[in-house]
């Protein structure tokens, strides 16, 4: 569960999943997500991720939604460098369309042991 705070008021979105493991790096997701928002909005995000040893990975989520909204995104990261692509309306209660791209760059930080 997580909160939404407004000034006066603040609402709930309730969320459960389970992510199926592959190989180190790579996994299945699937979530179920009720946002109460505009008399309550039902998405089922759905996700392949698919990694090497070295964690360099594509991953591909769908997310469809219990009216108007279709999200969908295609990720992957190889070394530092990541880039991505996502139609992203999964929490839209507007009558606009998100496109978000992603360019960057990653790295590990070091753990102190």
Sequence with gaps: ASPIVWPDSTAWVAS???????????FASLDVIRDPRADGLWVVPMRVRLASERNDWLQLTISPASRRSFGA????????????LERNSR????????????LGLERELSRSE
């Design 16 to 26: 459960a999943g389970a992510d199926f493991y592959f190989g180190s790096h790579s």
């Design 73 to 84: 995104s295609l990720d992957g990261a190889w070394g530092m460098l990541r880039l991505g």
């Design 91 to 102: 929490y839209d209660f507007t009558s606009r369309d998100n496109l978000i791209f992603t």
